[in-house]
């Protein structure tokens, strides 16, 4: 897993700053992913492979996840609402999880996703954990990465234009 190792310094104003950025980013893909859960998308596959930069604005993730299904040719009333939760709960929770959205800050939406299901392991017993809906899982899509990066990989045969980050 590619999960930012991150030395926080919550006394100074750049510190605090930063560590602000990760754990709002954080808030908002971990609740983008529970209320996406159930809905199936070709703009899923291209969000579950998109990469960010370690200082990403929720803002500017957001507009990426956006544009996916805008080029997707998806009905954009629910994901339009599904966006304004996840940014709305990005704020709510970030007074009380500052610190800790802020260490399990993740780079790629792999990662995310490896550490939901974390999450759902410490909260729920294993027959109560939801299931897998809308997004693939990690291991499958880490293989798709592998196969990408392979020599002799078809360019572009499975890799969507958003998954790396410019």
Do not use: C
Not at 48 to 55: I, K, R, V
Not at 68 to 89: I, K, Q, S, T, Y
Not at 98 to 122: G, H, K, Q
């Amino acid at each position: 897993m590619e999960t930012e190792v991150v030395e926080l310094d919550l006394t100074s104003r750049d510190g605090l700053e930063k560590a602000i950025i990760r754990a709002r980013r954080t808030a908002f893909v971990a609740r983008f992913i529970v209320l996406r859960e159930s809905k199936r998308t070709r703009a899923h596959r291209v969000i579950e492979l998109m990469e960010w930069g370690e200082l990403t604005t929720v803002e500017e993730l957001a507009g990426r996840f956006r544009a996916a299904f805008v080029e997707n040719g998806d009905n954009m009333v629910p994901v339009d609402r599904d966006l304004r939760r996840a940014l709305a709960h990005s704020f709510r929770s970030l007074k009380f999880f500052v610190e800790e959205y802020a260490v399990r800050a993740t780079l790629n939406f792999i990662d995310a996703l490896e550490d939901y299901e974390r999450s759902n392991e410490l909260l729920f017993v294993a027959e109560d954990q939801p299931k897998p809906g809308g997004w693939r899982l990690p291991t499958e899509l880490r293989k798709l990465k592998v196969q990408d990066a392979a020599p002799g990989a078809k360019r572009g045969s499975r890799k969507p234009k958003h998954a790396a980050h410019p």
